[in-house]
């Protein structure tokens, strides 16, 4: 179904292309025939959307360049101070019932589906990335609370999050861990009254510390006395900056500090700070050390955490789509009014410039953007309509296939956007010339902002280990085999299309079989550290593959479609199949000798 698009008001994305992967191939408006969704339509699904941009454009935006200019401070009193815009776009959003959309009715939300609540969000990360960012971490951390809290923990943490009123963090790194999460060493220690007192240093924590709401509840990983070393030793903890009494009123301040704020190249307005539980500062209940409430079970930790850290991971490939989605609009209006040089083979120095558009090796640049972000977009958009499927389809095996669907596409929903939409702010930048990095135009902030995300989450590194150390062979390789099955039968579906779907089918379906043989090669491998050690160039290799698969996805759809959209649309693909798409021969010839190096470098010839 189609819906008539609003007039586009920015450059922060293209509505048309959202209510193209919306209405016309990912069929959104079919969700409303299930129970959960039977209250919307296309209507307010739109209406959603509206509303997103108007309050993107008006509140968000406004102020991007400000917050990353003004980056918070430590005040006299040692409160985190935030330019004043930020509380009133987060009010905004708040008040227009967006926190709490996606959430079920017992929670004041409106069981808006995901997929169109992803699609929301994209309008404010795409105007503001670190304001949206407090959002996010309170909506994440609402929801790992109510997969895995017990009841009095929901309604005293939980609910006032969805509200807006409490905001929420993941603590996990620390200063000399990182991203090697079994070597943390902050620890929680049993009370009498059932309660822990948590103590340790958490290092990175964004959004830690600030005055937006009453309250900031931080998820923490720490060890406890009865549990063994490692990642099994590890369990998680709800640490409310202020304690919540019982009536759900505010209570004293909790022993937790804020020892300092990380000054990062981009994403400034959020704050992102070093953080100590326990060190006696202000003693509640008489005693130091910060007091924390378990979630789940002893040992736990991990399983709870992950619920939070896998929607973390689709959000920061959000995230990173929606910045290089907008870089790519910015270049593309800067690049139809810069005027500057001739058409090629005009001789005559006296006849009139050009806007730079019309220089292939533009077009070019502009083209490889549109290839990046409109994948991308579509690979994040699918996933979180199997959000959705898990939540609603009427059957076990459906909601059962859209989860590990969903499980074997995580890390390279994250790590495609911010690889590739970074490479897209590149090449804005690069189409602005000597302006694009100068702070007269936004590329500049826009690039800085989306190369945290690379790193946001887990490195590249973490994802592959976690793609081909895990995911590709859970259950025995089911959910790799499932999705393989999924691609080919796109890759079917276009051969029996003439011209041109019918021969990026064939160019697809050549990179899904070297896809299998390499997967299977290097499960098969009797060497584990060597098939192992260019796990990140499987990674990247299969993006390239599930990338085009999702833009062969929508050539099926613009099939015999002819407009300036469609034909731009076919175009994208055409690049992403012939520019990019050919690199993953050289990826897969690497990883199926299992490439030693990287192994057999001597640290000291470096």
Request: net charge negative.
């Amino acid at each position: 179904m189609t819906t008539t698009p609003v007039r586009q008001t920015s450059h922060l994305l293209s509505r048309r292309d959202l209510d193209f992967m919306l209405y016309e191939w990912l069929h959104v408006v079919d969700l409303t025939t299930r129970s959960r969704f039977q209250e919307h339509s296309a209507e307010t699904f739109s209406a959603v959307l509206d509303l997103s941009e108007q309050l993107a454009v008006r509140k968000f935006a406004p102020h991007n360049r400000e917050g990353d200019l003004r980056e918070p401070v430590v005040g006299s009193e040692g409160r985190v101070e935030l330019i004043p815009a930020v509380r009133e776009a987060i009010d905004a959003y708040i008040a227009a019932g967006l926190q709490a959309a996606s959430f079920d009715h017992a929670y004041g939300g409106m069981r808006l589906p995901v997929t169109v609540q992803k699609a929301s969000s994209l309008w404010f990360t795409a105007a503001n990335a670190s304001t949206t960012g407090y959002l996010f971490l309170a909506s994440a951390a609402a929801n790992l609370l109510v997969a895995h809290a017990d009841a009095d923990m929901v309604d005293r943490y939980a609910r006032p999050m969805i509200e807006g009123r409490f905001f929420g963090t993941m603590c996990l790194s620390e200063p000399e861990a990182g991203s090697s999460l079994a070597d943390i060493t902050t620890r929680a220690k049993l009370q009498d009254d059932g309660t822990y007192r948590v103590r340790g240093t958490k290092m990175w924590i964004s959004a830690g510390d600030h005055e937006l709401g009453e309250n900031i509840i931080h998820l923490v990983l720490a060890r406890t006395g009865g549990t063994g070393s490692g990642i099994k030793g590890i369990s998680l903890f709800a640490v409310p900056k202020y304690l919540v009494e019982s009536d759900g009123s505010i209570g004293e301040r909790n022993d937790v500090v804020l020892l300092g704020l990380n000054h990062k190249m981009g994403n400034r307005g959020t704050t992102n700070t070093v953080l100590g539980f326990g060190d006696g500062t202000h003693r509640p209940r008489g005693e130091a050390g910060a007091v924390g409430y378990l979630i789940g079970a002893e040992g736990n930790g991990l399983a709870c955490m992950f619920h939070m850290m896998n929607e973390a991971r689709i959000a920061v490939g959000s995230g990173a789509v929606s910045l290089g989605y907008t870089g790519y609009l910015k270049s593309l209006a800067y690049a139809k009014t810069r005027l500057q040089g001739r058409r090629a083979g005009e001789q005559n120095p006296s006849s009139p410039r050009v806007p730079i558009i019309e220089h292939a090796d533009v077009r070019r640049m502009l083209l490889a953007q549109k290839s990046y972000v409109e994948g991308s977009l579509a690979l994040i958009l699918y996933c979180a309509r199997l959000v959705d499927e898990q939540a609603s389809a009427p059957d076990e095996a459906e909601r059962d296939r859209a989860r590990m669907l969903l499980d074997v596409l995580t890390p390279i929903a994250k790590s495609f956007p911010a690889q590739w939409c970074l490479a897209a702010n590149d090449l804005a930048i690069q189409v602005h010339g000597g302006y694009g990095y100068t702070r007269d135009f936004d590329v500049e902030q826009h690039y800085r902002d989306n190369r945290l995300n690379q790193i946001h989450e887990g490195t590249h590194g973490v994802q592959g280990l976690d793609l081909l150390g895990r995911k590709v062979r859970v259950n025995g390789g089911r959910a790799f085999r499932m999705l393989i099955d999924s691609m080919r039968q796109t890759a079917l579906s276009a051969r029996g299309r003439d011209g041109e779907p019918a021969v990026l089918a064939e160019l697809l379906e050549r990179r899904i079989d070297r896809l299998v043989v390499t997967t299977e090669t290097l499960s098969r491998s009797a060497d584990r550290e060597a098939a192992m050690a260019n796990s990140s160039v499987y990674l990247e290799a299969m993006g390239h593959v599930v990338i085009a698969w999702l833009w062969l996805e929508q050539v099926v759809v613009a099939a015999g479609k002819v407009d300036d959209f469609y034909n731009g649309k076919r175009a994208a693909a055409r690049y992403f199949f012939h520019y990019e798409l050919p690199r993953t021969d050289h990826q897969f010839d690497l990883l199926c000798r299992c490439d030693r190096t990287t192994l057999d470098l001597d640290p000291e010839w470096l």
